[in-house]
C-alpha cells in the first residue's frame, strides 16, 4: 500500500513538473532573432540568438554557439557571453541580465572591462543587425606613404581606460607627455581609442559624444603642444565596444579625420565580423578601401590595422596601405599575455620593414600588473621587436620606476635603430632566451631574457656576435642599457644573473682602432 502510494505521488509530481515546464515553454516569450543592446551615450551591440525550450544560444564569431550562452526563466533572462578574442577565459565573459517585457526593455551588462551598466534590449530586423556586405575594391598595391620610417611612439587611451575617458583626459595626457618629458624622448601619437564617436548627423558626418564635443579643438590643443594625435575606427558599423564605426563611410570618415587634423588612424576589424569574412582577401579588400581614403585626403595620416593578425597581416597590410598592423589578439597586463604576444613574433620576425610594422599590440607598462622586472622584459622585447611604442598607462601617476623604463632612450634607441635587418634568436636554453639584432654601426643590441619563475644564469660567447671583434686593433665595448653602465669585455664569454621573467638588454659595438 505504502509503495503504490510512492509511486502515485511520484508520478503526480512528475506530471506536475511536465506540466509547469510545457506551461512555461507556452507562455514564454521567444526571444529567437536579432537584439540590439543600446547605452545612453554610448555605444550599441548586436546580438543574434536562438531560443530552445529556456536555453538561449547567441552567434558568435564563429557562427552559432553550440552550448547555450544563458537561459530564460519566466520572464527573467540571464546570459554569459564569452569573450571572442584570445584563448578561451571563464574570466572574460560578457553578463546580460534583464526581465524581459515584450521587444523593449530595461537590461544591464557587466563584461571584464566595465563596470555594470543599464541599457535598452530592443528587437531589431536582420539588417539592422548585420548590414549588407559592401563592394570591395579590387586588390592593388597602394604607394607608400612615407610615414613611419622607424616604429611610432606614442599613447593610446585604451589599455588603462578604455571607454571611460573624455576630452580633458586626453588634453591632461598631452600637457604631461610635454611635462614628464615622454615627447623629448620620442613619444609623438596621443591616440583617442574606442568612446569618442557618436551617430552620424543628417548629413551622414560622424561626430563625437558628450565626452567629446569637439574632436577638431582637441586636436588643435594636442598639436599645440607639439604632438600629433591619433583617432580610431572600424570597417564595420561599430567599433568593439559599440560606438559609431564608418562601415559604408569610408570616404567621409577619412575626409573628416583629416579636416579635423588627425595624423594617425587606428582601423579595428571588430563588427565587420559580421559583414564580412575573415578571409585574406575581405580583410585586404576592407582595408584597402580605408587606406585609399585616407590617400585620398592628401593628409599624411599614419594607418593603424587592427585585426588582431588575421589571414597573415604581415604579408599584405603594406599593400594595403599600412604603417603598422596588429599581430596578435589584444594584450593584458599580466606577465602571461605580454610574454605571449612578444615572443610569438620572432615567427614573423623578417617581416617589419621602415614605414610598416609588426605591432604585438600596446604597452601596459605603468598599469601595475606586472611586477618592474616583467615591465622591463616587455620594453625590452618591443624594442628587440621593433614594434610601436604606444604607452597604455595614465601619464598622470607614473611612478619613478614606470618612467625609468618608458624614457630609457637607450632601450628606446634599440627599437628605432633605423637598421632594417631582423631580431634573430642566438640561443634558447630551456626557458633561457638570447635575442640578438644588427644595429647601425657595427654593432648589435643583445637580449637575455629569463622566461623561468627563478633566477638563472644565461651566457653566450662574445664571438658569437660576429662583430669581427679584435680585428685590426678595434676593441669590443659592451653597455647594459638597464643599468646605464659599461659591461666589462673580458674572456671568451659574457654570464649575467638575470631574476625571474626579467632581462639583461646590452648594447655590443666594435669600436675605434686602437692604435698600439
Ligand atoms: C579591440 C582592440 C583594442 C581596443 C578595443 C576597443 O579589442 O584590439 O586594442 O581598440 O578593441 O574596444
Redo the contacts with the bound molecule.
Sequence with gaps: MRMKRFYADSLFLALTLLFAQVAVAWGQTDLTGYWKFSVPNGGVNFLEVKQTGGQIFVSGRSGMSQTPYGALQGDRLHLEIPSP?GPPDPKRVTVYDAVVKGDKFSATRKSPDEDVVAGTLERVTREEAFPARLPLPELRDLPDNGLARTPPMGWNS?NRF??KFDDATVRRMADVMVSSGMRDAGYTYIIV??GWSSYRDKNGNITGNARFPDMKALADYVHSKGLKIGI?SSPGPQ???GYQGSYGHEEQDAKTFAEWGYDYL?Y?W?SAFGIYQPTPADLEGAYQKMGEALAKTGRPIVYSL?E?GLGDVWTWGAKAGGNLW?TT??IADTWASMERNGFSQLDIAQYPQPGHWNDP??LEVGNGGMTGDEYRTHMSLWAMLRAPLIAGNDLRVMSDETKSILMNTEVIAIDQDPTAKPVQILSVDGKSEILVRPLEGNAVAVGLFNRGDDPAQISFRWDSLHLGAYLGGRTMTARDLWRHEAVPVAGDSFTATVPRHGVVLLRVEVGSFRFR
Design positions: 578574442f585604451w578604455h571607454d581609442d574606442e580610431y567599433v568593439c565596444g587606428k579595428d571588430c587592427c588582431y596588429r589578439f589584444d599590440d600596446m
